[in-house]
């Protein structure tokens, strides 16, 4: 028989901006905090783990391979966005709670720190070529070390010189503004079709660039390939592939050379060590996608802590205005992080190392929100990829 606490209570809260949390409750008194959310499809995956609750209900809350098993194999049907979102945010929930338990953070649950601190990189935005290189220069000032931004807009199948023009425009006024030391990542968002996407990259060469990401959608791996293999430039790709099985064909054939597997969707902190090791054999590196809330970013850093092949951590809250970032107000006392010189360092808090203001998101989840990804169309009418 386990002496394992068991799972008690599953709530889950939906709060602005476009988050979803989960709040695991144990036997023992005990509780773990996780982000289970498909961006734009968060009553979707709430309904999902209204399905999977009777998996998990009763049972030791501490045997988190066991309940991945269940979830992930347990319904017939497995992987995909909405199931695998849902997993993510349950796992992430288990693990808080263990490391509560047993006191120590999650990275010496999984082999122990390999770094002293995680590099963290800034999202740039704006329509313009000077007005990107003055935000540039802004958020190097602020001490972050890589930066990424969008460069096009809604493109057409084959799009015109003059945007091939515009995107070399910005890319260069951006390089220009921060010199040779910080790292550039450009993300073409799968907006990009193959046609465009090999005339973009040649251009795109002489700016040595930290990767470009989804430089087409990924379902379209035999272009990602071609792509991949006639270009210099680091390509990284993941954010919409979930579990390992997911990843296995894009790492064994050595499309990319950085996997962006996101801790919320691809099936929470242990599966993510593990694409994370898959893709370590192949010698490729790992940056996580985060563009979520701060359990999401709490739960990336505990894995960059113990993940050797991790480079770089994607986030969004604006770390670097500290108390200042209304995103921020679900921790308590408006914690950052500890962000200072683009680097978060590490931290020897218990479970995810954060403490929820439960208060706070209780009283947000009574607003909740209906947040939906932008809609774009072509001049011609017909419909482009966001
Ligand atoms: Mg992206």
Redo the contacts with the bound molecule.
């Keep these: 028989m386990s002496t394992q606490p068991l799972i008690a209570k599953i709530e889950l809260f939906k709060v602005p901006p476009r988050w979803q949390f989960v709040k695991i409750s144990t036997s023992d008194g005990n509780f773990g905090w996780g982000e289970p959310i498909l961006e734009g499809k968060a009553d979707t995956v709430a309904a999902c783990i209204a399905e999977m609750s009777h998996h998990l209900l009763g049972k030791p809350a501490g045997h988190i391979e066991d309940l991945f098993q269940v979830m992930h194999r347990g319904g017939f049907y497995r992987g995909g966005p909405i199931i695998s979102s849902a997993i993510s945010g349950i796992e992430q929930a288990l693990w808080d709670a263990k490391g509560k338990r047993l006191g120590v953070p999650i990275y010496e649950l999984l082999g122990g720190p390999v770094r002293e601190r995680v590099r963290l990189y800034s999202w740039i935005g704006g329509d313009q070529p000077e007005k990107l290189a003055h935000a540039a220069r802004e958020r190097v000032a602020q001490g972050y070390t890589g930066l990424k931004m969008n460069v096009t807009h809604q493109t057409d199948w084959i799009d015109s010189a003059a945007l091939v023009d515009g995107v070399v425009a910005k890319t260069a006024a951006v390089r220009e503004a921060i010199g040779a030391e910080v790292g550039l990542a450009l993300?073409f968002?799968g907006r990009v079709h193959r046609g465009m996407a090999k005339v973009l990259l040649r251009e795109l060469e002489p700016f040595r660039l930290m990767f470009v990401?989804?430089p087409v959608l990924v379902e379209n791996f035999d272009a990602m390939r071609e792509i991949a293999r006639g270009s210099s430039v680091p390509i990284a790709t993941g954010?919409r592939l979930y579990t390992r099985w997911g990843f296995k064909q894009l790492l064994s054939d050595g499309v990319v050379d950085v996997i962006?597997p996101d801790i919320s969707h691809a099936g929470g902190l242990w599966e993510c060590r593990k694409i994370a090791a898959m893709a370590e054999a192949y010698d490729i590196a790992v940056a996580l996608?985060c563009?979520l809330g701060p359990i999401a970013l709490a739960a990336s850093l505990q894995l960059d802590f113990c993940t050797p092949n991790a480079f770089i951590q994607e986030q969004v809250l604006g770390l670097q205005y500290g108390q200042a970032s209304d995103k921020l107000d679900y921790l308590v006392g408006g914690q950052n992080f500890g962000f200072q010189d683009g680097f978060v360092p590490r931290s020897e808090k218990a479970g995810l190392g954060i403490e929820i203001d439960e208060a706070k998101v209780r009283e947000a989840a009574l607003t909740g929100h209906n947040w939906r990804n932008p809609g774009w169309r072509l001049p011609d009418g017909s419909f482009a990829e966001w």
Aim: aromatic share 0%.
């Design positions: 993300d968002h990401e989804e954010e962006q996608h563009p």
